[in-house]
């Protein structure tokens, strides 16, 4: 604390109450809890037609092939180049949870923002399914979502670096 | 004519090419142009950021001292610069508060202020390459300073009432990737300012205008810009960027996540890729910078590794902040390695890439902060090598 | 569009004005701009220098922090600012020496290198206006804060084997004022700086690209601009600056000549005129420095002068430096007078207007560093008042 | 000195000896004691003429009138604020040599650098005589110029602010 703020008031009365409102437009954030999905369900099936409108052009017809990131899983890689490369939701992500919140506010890259809760439930559904996550008939909502169990959770470690001047 | 883009899309002449200019045989004779609003640099002098399609690196090796102007500070951002009207601009803060606000711009600015002067750092701040021809705006050129002014957090969340229980916040911009991380509450109780001025002006677009989140010492993604909201929580958000990416393999199959802290790190910028030094005394010099505080001393060895010397440091040597070093040296024209490692008050010290990557098991990623090494040609021609 | 005049001559545009911006409602949907190479303000952020026909003021009541961004600095020349092509830049050292020497642009470079944050300040540094409409720009705007790096004098001093009689010498411009300054030798032993490079850049054209003297502490017309000689000597030139120019009478028929120390001062930035601020708690806002030292102390009082409570100054104090004072007020409204005073590390006490001339017998002139009042009308607004 | 200068070498060895030749073109300056005058000479008569041609459109007919600077002084005038202002090279300025110095470099400020010496002495001497302090006759060169005495010499006095932190 600085050495004044002592003598500083309780408050200093600047700024104003937010509205509930204001709060709820912009609180559209998800946690691997299921705290602040919305209402509203997808599917797979549904979520692959949106994809193909909407996604493949950037993330591949099958969501490997690119440009940009690789969103599934390519399955029994043995050149370890390759395999470390794919580093993606099947694999990597720890938290179904994210993928709802990631394509919800950034995606598509070109259009953000534009997606309903509807669609995201779908997309979100189809790429656990393509990434052998959950069956292509399972109903992706608030409840079931946070249940997606990601294979690669118990690899994330906190940081351990900071109480030792060692090199970690 | 240089045509640059502006954070707000437009384009604009920047200056005047060599061509263009009319130098007088003798400037003592004819009048110089008269007193004006805004100055421009020389025309000789072409500084420019290196962008890629994600980020723009700072010209490290064309630079001197240790704040790096405004306009030259280094760029990340992950779907543009948002152009963010200053009149509509709103700071909200909610989730385990008492009382839930929302800060204009000008409410931000009546609050008790601070400035420090700290590097700003990507923690995917490392590039190689095999043929050597790469400069220190290639290798590390994520990293920049300025002088930072703004309001504490703590005097926020002072003012919101922030429950005692609370462990962690979420910090999101106003950006179109509407980037958002997971910070530590300690952090923001700690040393966290909500920077809305940036050495003596206004925060730049590409830095965050009007308000970013700076968080001296931590990776350089968790200081988001664009600053529109912050809630107050007891569990991370486990954002796309703090899983996806900003989290990097550490051998036996582990991911270290939530690893903020910047490692001591140093990089000779004279002499270094592209320079061509002469035989005789050389000034070493270069930047170092710890984000787990101040810079204790600065080692060159100039025989590859096998021996070191204590660089000379330019006071003041702040916490968390780039200060330059300088080590005085006569090359005698036979082809060497010259390199410096960063040793910071808590004792850490600057590896090598081998000896990061042998801790890490093997895996590069993030957080890569190794020695870098300039390799002298007989020529004199100055080469990178990764050590 | 905003014309803006480079220094060598050039207009260019050098923003785009708010009507031609068209802000998306939602900045989140839109991708933004992509990484750049040189960055640019923010259209809002309406920052200049204010120009007379023989300076430029510094907007001192728009800046945070002590850094002045470099196309801020203040101006002052005595016919422009020139041309110099840096290929062709020479500096001849002579007179009073073994080896008279003539150093390049790239030789200076190579020699042992230093960086120093500090203040330059135009002597002739205060305007009054009886209406009290007047901002800290007018008020002081001739004073600038840069990070400066380059050769210590001392170091060119060994290099060409100064004579240990020589007690003066002469600097000179390129400019064309080829501009004059006798300057104490004893000064260039013992901080002197041949500067190339200002935060972090090579220094700005209007700044004396590409080579400057820089005496920390001492008035800005002796740290000679486009400098491209200096002649040792055991007697100074009296120039037409240093005789004509920048002395002061301080009664009895006296001149002061040689006046080279700038002495302490402050100034509130905020509240300021043109502000005009609401009852309550207010941060008032400054910078104070010294030519003499460090700044031991600034005190406020917010009672027209009757009390004093010292300020609290942004770490870290640096040496003939500006530094950020904070004193953190409750204001009731009712119309009051709020004013600062630096004291320097060795003791020195800014005095009011009234002081320094009865010091002076009754003159006013250059090396006025009057403490500055501020009146608070009960309606808010803040005006300046003479003390 | 720098902690590390004892280890510094005798020279470093950049940069390269100044010709002869080329300090003789920059090294212009006059010294009060007369060093650095050139040969040539002026008088006030010739003077009258060359001012009248390059110096009077910014100074004035008569060196009183400007608009630039004040150059000759205005005798007997009574009233203080004026009298202040009137601080000109006859009764301000402590040496005669500064005045060939400082036109030599700077003036006419639209062309500075293009007068001879010839024409520098006898602007000089032109002015020296409009502020009355040598005849109109007077030849101005090497050896008189520092003769001149200037009446306010005697009034400048050396910073006395810094052994003390008293206000001065
Ligand atoms: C115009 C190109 C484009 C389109 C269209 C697009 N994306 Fe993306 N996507 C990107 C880019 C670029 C990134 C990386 C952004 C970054 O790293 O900041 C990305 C990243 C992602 C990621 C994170 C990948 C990871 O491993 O971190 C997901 C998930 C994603 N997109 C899903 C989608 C979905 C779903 C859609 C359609 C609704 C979509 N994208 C449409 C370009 C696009
Ligand atoms: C185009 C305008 C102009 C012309 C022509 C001009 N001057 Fe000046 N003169 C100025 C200005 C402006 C200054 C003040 C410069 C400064 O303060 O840096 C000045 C200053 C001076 C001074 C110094 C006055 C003082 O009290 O410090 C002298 C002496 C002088 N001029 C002499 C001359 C002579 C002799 C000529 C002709 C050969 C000449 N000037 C032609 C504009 C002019
Ligand atoms: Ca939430
Ligand atoms: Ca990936
Ligand atoms: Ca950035
Ligand atoms: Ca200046
Ligand atoms: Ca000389
Ligand atoms: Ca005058
Ligand atoms: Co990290
Ligand atoms: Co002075």
């Known amino acids: 604390a600085r050495p004044d703020s002592l003598n500083w008031p309780k408050t200093f009365g600047f700024g104003k109450p937010a509205a509930a409102q204001q709060i ?17 369900s997808g599917t797979a099936r549904r979520g692959k037609t949106i994809y193909a409108a909407k996604c493949a052009s950037c993330h591949g017809a099958t969501g490997v092939e690119g440009p940009n990131d690789q969103l599934v899983i390519v399955q029994g890689l043995t050149d370890p180049a390759t395999k470390a490369k794919n580093k ?14 990631y394509i919800k506010r950034a995606m598509p890259f070109n259009q953000p923002g534009s997606l309903t809760n509807q669609e995201v439930y779908s997309l979100t559904a189809f790429l656990l399914h393509a990434n052998g996550l959950i069956k292509e008939t399972d109903i992706i909502n608030a409840q079931t979502l946070p249940k997606v169990l990601m294979p690669n959770r118990d690899s994330f470690v906190p940081d351990d670096r900071l109480n030792t001047p060692a090199v970690r | 004519v240089v045509l640059a883009q502006t954070a707000n899309g437009k384009t604009f002449q920047a200056g005047v090419t060599r061509s263009e200019l009319v130098y007088p045989e003798d400037p003592t004779k004819v009048p110089g142009v008269p007193p004006g609003t805004v100055g421009t640099r020389s025309p000789h002098v072409k500084l420019a950021k290196l962008p890629s399609e994600t980020s723009s690196r700072t010209p490290l090796q064309d630079l001197f001292g240790t704040i790096t102007p405004s306009d030259l500070h280094f760029e990340r951002h992950h779907n543009g610069v948002p ?8 700071l909200v803060i909610h989730g385990m508060v008492a009382r839930p606000m929302t800060f204009t711009l000008a409410d931000l600015k009546r609050f008790p202020s601070v400035s420090r002067i700290c590097f700003l750092e990507c923690s995917g701040n490392y590039r190689s390459q095999d043929d050597g021809k790469i400069a220190p705006q290639q290798i590390c050129g994520l990293t920049s300073q300025s002088e930072w002014t703004g309001v504490k957090l703590s005097t926020l969340f002072r003012e919101v009432g922030v429950d005692p229980k609370s462990t962690w916040f979420l910090a999101e911009g106003g950006d179109s990737a509407v980037m958002t ?12 300012i909500l920077a809305y001025a940036q050495n003596g002006e206004a925060v730049r677009p590409e830095q965050g205008y009007p308000v970013r989140l700076l968080l001296p010492g931590w990776e350089g993604n968790a200081n988001v810009k664009w600053l529109r909201r912050l809630e107050l929580s007891d569990q991370p958000y486990h954002t796309r960027q703090e899983t996806s990416k900003y ?8 991911v270290r996540q939530f690893s903020f802290v910047m490692d001591a790190r140093s990089i ?13 005394w050389i000034e070493i010099r270069g930047i170092a910078w710890s984000g787990r505080g101040k810079i204790a001393r600065v080692e060159v060895s100039v025989d590859a590794g096998k021996t070191w010397q204590p660089a000379e440091l330019q006071e003041p040597v702040l916490d968390k902040a780039h200060v330059a070093f300088r080590y005085l040296w006569q090359w005698n024209g036979q082809p060497t ?5 960063a040793i910071d008050e808590t004792g850490y010290s600057q590896p090598t890439l081998k000896e990061l990557m042998a801790a890490r098991g093997g895996n590069m ?16 021609q100055v080469l990178f090598k990764a050590t």
């Open chain 2, 181 to 192: 991380r997971s910070i530590l509450t300690s952090k923001g109780w700690e040393d966290a």
């Open chain 1, 88 to 101: 993606v939701i099947g694999n990597y992500w720890p938290y179904a949870t994210t993928v709802f919140d």
């Open chain 2, 365 to 380: 990623g993030y957080h890569l902060n190794p020695i870098t090494a300039w390799y002298l040609q007989s020529d004199g």
């Open chain 2, 268 to 280: 000779i910028t004279y002499p270094a890729y592209p320079a061509k030094v002469e035989k005789g």
């Open chain 2, 247 to 254: 989290t990097e393999a550490i051998g036996d199959g582990k």
């Open chain 1, 24 to 40: 709820a437009r912009l609180d559209t954030d998800v946690r691997p809890d299921g705290k602040g999905l919305p209402s509203g």
């Open chain 2, 83 to 90: 152009a963010i009207d200053p009149a509509q601009y709103e």
């Open chain 2, 337 to 341: 390695e010259i390199m410096s490692r």
